[in-house]
């Protein structure tokens, strides 16, 4: 499975941004999808993440009522559509899948995921 993150660039704080992840191979409806970030120096952050058919969505707290996950199972994309950004929200924004279910418990790791994109930046100014 290969994942292509898009849509980055650079807003002001308050703007917008949709980010896209395209996904290969033919069973992308039976793969649980998320999208982490990671700002420099900074470890790998969880951002949100969508089960199969997409009817379950999570988030990390400080992007709640901001961001909206969601995903075309169809066209084997993802999406992360992000309003109100703030200067921390900046960083490399990446894709990751894994193929089958993951749990409430590990759907926020970096190990819960079997395949990940090279990210695309976003860079928010103030």
């Known amino acids: 499975v290969q994942l292509q993150a898009s849509g980055g660039g650079l807003v002001q704080a308050g703007g917008s941004l949709r980010l896209s992840c395209e996904t290969s191979?033919?069973?992308?409806?039976?793969?649980?999808m998320a999208w982490f970030r990671q700002a420099p120096g900074k470890e790998r952050e969880f951002v949100a993440a969508?089960?199969?058919?997409?009817?379950?969505?999570y988030y990390v707290d400080s992007v709640k009522g901001r961001f909206t996950i969601s995903r075309d199972n169809a066209e084997n994309m993802m999406y992360l559509q992000m309003n109100s950004l703030k200067p921390e929200d900046t960083g490399l924004y990446l894709c990751?899948?894994?193929?089958?279910?993951?749990?409430?418990?590990?759907?926020?790791?970096?190990?819960?995921?079997?395949?990940w994109g090279q990210g695309t930046q976003v860079t928010v100014s103030s």
């Open positions: 990751a899948a894994k193929n089958g279910l993951t749990t409430t418990a590990t759907m926020t790791t970096t190990r819960a995921y079997d395949y």
């Open positions: 191979g033919r069973t992308f409806s039976r793969y649980s």
């Open positions: 969508i089960n199969w058919g997409g009817g379950s969505t």
